[in-house]
């Protein structure tokens, strides 16, 4: 029980089957605690965990705090649970320790060399990046990631290497909870308003992150991102550490990225690196992604990996699961899973959804995901969506909020002008719309952050449907 601090020696998660709570609960059970969870409903995450050890509930009740003699050292909660959760509720009033999601991550980060991975857009898939790169240099990271690796299928673990890579969420303020040593910021772009209040208190957070990075350390930003380089130039000023990566380097001890060449699986960018000219071939695809490579690179760089390893690494790197996920075909009708949700992100998806489509046309199931993030940025998601050639948008996957009057998927649907769109209220009949619309040669992407993942299978099995008929 040495790696785990006394109060995480009997954790109980409320909503284990998260992305992020799964996660804590892999490394845990890894390091001898015991642990208990609950969830809603049930899901495949826990067929790992219970294999492990975990103890599980599906539904929420008091007495599920009780699966362990002596009860729980802890409970550890995100920002998703209410005050209101019987378990919670339950906890406060026998005096149990209750620890947000983070403050357990950063207590579980005590003894390692910490690198994290923030940003708007781009950390899940730049955190799983450095995490690939270093195992193939043999460091064994510890990692907690907000979405499954395809090599492993795993979106945690507990490593022996004293490196621990941790993705830090910006939208609710908790990876200020962490102090890095290595700290990546992709770029800043507001999102997450219905907690930041405002573009400017988006920012902020973002500076402050930056002076929780460890006396040493260093800050590694996209210098073609106007705001991260904003951020960057203060964070120098006080003192921080700088290394930057992209177009627009000119530092000699920066990544300067030379060109892209995007090819049929993936692509390959040049860089200058401490006076050399580097080849880093990325297997997923668009410059996107070719961008969170290099940043990639330049984080292990500073956690003391060889360059050609972390090379060799970044071109092993086999993607994440719900970011530009191959689900399957029928005929030549390909069918792909992607998370974006935010405009930025659908645009840059989408461009290289283009190339991957070849002389294929473009079908794109769209889910929004929040009401704020619709109302908000509907212009924005139209215009990304028109990169498209047929768009199905569906109606809002409000998550953590309550529905707002006029705010649907129309809202976005009636808005986009480069492409055929489609407004879909009925989720049901959303697969069938979607296999109307591809043709021979298509690409059909489902995408968004709720559950349209759903449709990717159901999609594949109405096309095979028809051509068997």
């Known amino acids: 029980?040495?790696?785990?601090?006394?109060?995480?020696?009997?954790?109980?998660?409320?909503?284990?089957?998260?992305?992020?709570?799964?996660?804590?609960?892999?490394i845990l059970l890894a390091r001898g605690a015991r642990v208990s969870g609950s969830d809603a409903k049930d899901s495949r995450t826990f067929l790992t965990l219970r294999a492990?050890?975990?103890?599980?509930?599906?539904?929420?009740?008091?007495?599920?705090?009780?699966?362990?003699?002596?009860?729980?050292?802890?409970?550890?909660?995100?920002?998703?649970?209410?005050?209101?959760?019987?378990?919670?509720?339950?906890?406060?009033?026998r005096g149990i320790t209750v620890l947000h999601r983070a403050e357990a991550l950063a207590a579980l980060m005590t003894g390692h060399r910490v690198a994290c991975i923030a940003g708007?857009?781009?950390?899940?898939?730049?955190?799983?990046?450095?995490?690939?790169?270093?195992?193939?240099c043999r460091l064994d990271p510890s990692f907690a990631i907000g979405g499954d690796l395809n090599e492993s299928g795993a979106n945690a673990h507990h490593g022996e290497g004293g490196i621990f890579v941790a993705e830090a969420d910006e939208s609710d303020g908790s990876f200020l909870t962490y102090s890095p040593s290595v700290a990546v910021v992709t770029n800043v772009e507001p999102d997450h308003l219905d907690h930041h209040g405002t573009a400017e208190a988006y920012v902020a957070v973002f500076t402050e992150f930056a002076r929780r990075i460890e006396p040493g350390g260093v800050l590694i930003v996209c210098a073609d991102d106007g705001p991260a380089a904003e951020l960057a130039a203060r964070a120098e000023a006080e003192g921080v550490r700088v290394r930057r990566y992209g177009r627009s380097v000119t530092e000699s001890g920066d990544a300067r990225v030379l060109?892209?060449?995007?090819?049929?699986?993936?692509?390959?960018?040049?860089?200058?690196?401490?006076?050399?000219?580097?080849?880093?071939?990325?297997?997923?695809?668009?410059?996107?992604?070719?961008?969170?490579?290099?940043?990639?690179?330049?984080?292990?760089?500073?956690l003391?990996?060889?360059?050609?390893?972390?090379?060799?690494?970044?071109?092993?790197?086999?993607?994440?699961?719900?970011?530009?996920?191959?689900?399957?075909?029928?005929?030549?009708?390909?069918v792909y899973d992607d998370y974006a949700h935010h405009p930025t992100e659908v645009d840059a998806q989408l461009r290289a959804v283009r190339h991957a489509a070849g002389p294929g046309r473009v079908v794109v199931v769209f889910q929004p995901h929040l009401y704020s993030r619709t109302k908000t940025f509907s212009a924005e998601f139209a215009k990304a969506l028109g990169l498209a050639?047929?768009?199905?948008?569906?109606?809002?996957?409000?998550?953590?909020?309550?529905?707002?009057?006029?705010?649907?998927?129309?809202?976005?649907?009636?808005?986009?002008?480069?492409?055929?769109?489609?407004?879909?209220?009925?989720?049901?009949?959303?697969?069938?719309?979607?296999?109307?619309?591809?043709?021979?040669?298509?690409?059909?992407?489902?995408?968004?952050?709720?559950?349209?993942?759903?449709?990717?299978?159901?999609i594949i099995a109405e096309l095979d449907r028809r051509s068997e008929g």
């Open 52 to 93: 492990q050890g975990a103890e599980i509930a599906i539904g929420q009740r008091a007495e599920n705090l009780d699966a362990f003699d002596g009860g729980p050292s802890a409970v550890i909660v995100s920002t998703a649970i209410k005050e209101t959760n019987p378990e919670l509720v339950a906890a406060r009033e």
């Open 304 to 334: 003391g990996a060889p360059v050609d390893g972390l090379a060799e690494g970044l071109a092993a790197f086999g993607g994440v699961r719900r970011r530009f996920e191959f689900k399957g075909r029928s005929g030549d009708v390909r």
């Open 389 to 458: 050639d047929e768009v199905v948008v569906l109606d809002v996957y409000g998550a953590r909020e309550e529905p707002e009057p006029g705010v649907t998927g129309a809202l976005i649907a009636d808005q986009i002008t480069d492409a055929k769109a489609h407004y879909e209220p009925a989720f049901d009949r959303a697969a069938t719309l979607a296999a109307d619309l591809a043709g021979p040669g298509d690409l059909v992407v489902t995408m968004g952050a709720g559950d349209v993942t759903q449709l990717g299978p159901e």
């Open 259 to 302: 060109a892209y060449t995007p090819g049929d699986d993936g692509g390959v960018v040049r860089i200058s690196l401490q006076g050399n000219e580097i080849d880093v071939k990325v297997a997923v695809p668009g410059e996107h992604m070719a961008f969170n490579a290099v940043a990639a690179l330049l984080a292990g760089v500073e």
């Open 1 to 26: 029980m040495s790696n785990v601090p006394e109060v995480l020696s009997r954790a109980h998660l409320i909503g284990i089957g998260g992305a992020g709570m799964s996660g804590i609960a892999r």
């Open 120 to 136: 708007t857009h781009g950390k899940t898939s730049t955190t799983s990046m450095l995490t690939v790169a270093l195992q193939h």
